[in-house]
């Protein structure tokens, strides 16, 4: 049966194509409403709007499904690996040994920074916050790396995406190195991605470091996690910074932008902060009561998300991966610990909670996995944005490549006054 919609306002009525997708709601196309009815939609947090076509990444928000190009995350993160991921969300399928080897190669090539970009960071004050710095030194990638920001040529493109998944996280290291006053650490390309994150952030020169195996493949599942998660603020930012035709690095330094704010990835370091503000067991009741109280602006961080609604399945994941390195750090009951513990068990029976579907979130464990291997709080969210580059390139990639592609220019319902003239000042 073909679908159809029709929306009658006033005394004229238009017919809505419907469009349905590979999995997910139907989609009414809206744009003609403007033109034929004289009226604009209203939908403040795109809470009822597809702002685009992709085939990226899909999520069942009451099923708890996330699916990059149509393969579960759970199946990825048991069987896969981040860079591996990379591949699959930039081309659209998974690829073959020789493939993987070429752009394992490839991206390992591209991890060192131009040299001139350690005095960029000298110009930051040394307790500025890591994602204050990355924005500013991601954005400034445009004026080292000119010759891949002509978005016009698929080459640059290409090269632009394998430059920012392989620069970040000497990037984000970096930011962490300057802030703590130690010497930056130089990438070893015969490490893997995440043992080289790890490199990076925690070596000095002064002693040999052995990255541990468990906590490398738990940072590999971390990146792997927040590899990609649809049409969310960020890569939303990153899409419409990019429709303008604004170059890759500064687009992406618009998503790490948004990313940082508390109810998108800053979550991370706000839980973990919440979780030892907390302190005890016993204070946990004072704070689900702030949490439920409509004038307290107070939220329990790491709890509640706008597509799922039954659970998400990152934070499944996320758990089984806290728990084995809690086991490999010998980390039992430390206090930020038994609150984390507790809290999840209370919010899961608490009525409040149940009723608003507000599940822990992939947030709630990912810190707890970042403390316990030594990062501080600050390093959470980059460690979030690295990891959502590939998510953020390979959006804008494939919006870029539709020939389709219009700027993004929302409408608004004007509140402000109607028109008034101009008085002179004498007369106010
Ligand atoms: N604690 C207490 N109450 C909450 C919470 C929370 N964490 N989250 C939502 N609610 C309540 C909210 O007060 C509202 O109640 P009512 O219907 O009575 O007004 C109801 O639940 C719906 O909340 P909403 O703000 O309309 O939902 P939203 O879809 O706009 O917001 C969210 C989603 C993730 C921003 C929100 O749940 C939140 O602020 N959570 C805490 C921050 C957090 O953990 N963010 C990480 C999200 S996952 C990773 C990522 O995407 O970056």
Redesign the pocket.
């Known amino acids: 049966m073909t679908k159809s919609a029709s929306l009658t306002f006033g005394d004229k009525t238009v017919d809505l194509p419907v469009r349905s997708p590979t999995a997910g709601p139907d989609v009414l196309d809206i744009r003609k409403l403007y033109g034929e009815l004289d009226v604009f939609t209203y939908d403040p ?1 795109f809470t009822s709007t597809a702002s685009c076509d992709s085939a990226i990444t899909f999520i069942d928000g009451d099923k708890g499904e996330l699916l990059h190009r149509g393969y579960p995350i759970e199946q990825l993160a048991e069987q896969s690996c981040f860079l591996e991921v990379c591949y699959l969300l930039l081309y659209g399928d998974l690829p073959s040994k020789a493939q993987m080897e070429e752009f394992r190669t490839t991206v390992t090539r591209h991890t060192m920074v131009h040299e001139q970009m350690h005095n960029f960071f000298r110009g930051f004050r040394r307790d500025a916050h890591p994602m204050a710095t990355m924005v500013g030194v991601v954005g400034a990638m445009s004026a080292f790396y000119h010759d891949s920001t002509d978005i016009t040529d698929p080459h640059q493109r290409e090269v632009a995406s394998f430059r920012l998944i392989a620069k970040l996280p000497t990037i984000a290291a970096m930011a962490y190195k300057y802030a703590i006053g130690q010497p930056f650490v130089y990438p070893r390309n015969d490490l893997d991605y995440a043992s080289n994150f790890l490199h990076m952030c925690f070596s000095v020169p002064a002693e040999p470091y052995e990255v541990n195996p468990i906590l490398a493949k738990a940072m590999d599942r971390i990146m792997l996690l927040h590899a990609d ?1 649809e049409q ?1 603020a960020s890569t939303s930012t990153v899409r419409l910074a990019g429709s303008s035709g604004a170059n890759p690095f500064a687009c992406i330094a618009a998503g790490i932008a948004c ?1 940082w704010g ?4 800053g ?1 991370n370091q ?2 973990l902060e919440m979780l030892r503000e907390i302190g005890s067991v016993d204070r946990i009741p004072e704070f689900i009561e702030r ?2 109280d ?1 004038n307290d602006p107070f ?8 597509v799922y609604k039954n659970f ?1 399945p990152r934070a499944k994941v996320m758990k089984e991966s806290a728990d084995e390195v809690l086991e490999l750090m010998g980390i039992h009951n430390n206090p930020t610990l038994q609150v984390a513990k507790e809290l999840e068990r209370i919010a899961l029976e608490d009525e409040y909670f149940i009723s ?1 579907k ?1 599940y822990p ?4 464990y990912s810190g707890i996995i970042l403390d316990a291997m030594g990062f501080p709080t600050a390093m959470f969210t980059p460690i ?1 944005a690295l990891s959502r580059t590939v998510g953020w390139i390979s959006q804008w990639k494939e919006m870029i490549s539709d020939p389709s592609l219009k700027i993004g220019r929302p409408r608004q319902l004007y509140t402000g006054p109607a028109r008034r003239d101009y008085t002179d000042l004498e007369t106010r």
């Open positions: 947090g998660h969310n990313l508390p109810a998108h990835g979550a706000a839980c949490a439920k409509k939220r329990l961080m790491g709890f509640g998300h706008r998400d608003k507000l979130n992939v947030d709630f979030f």
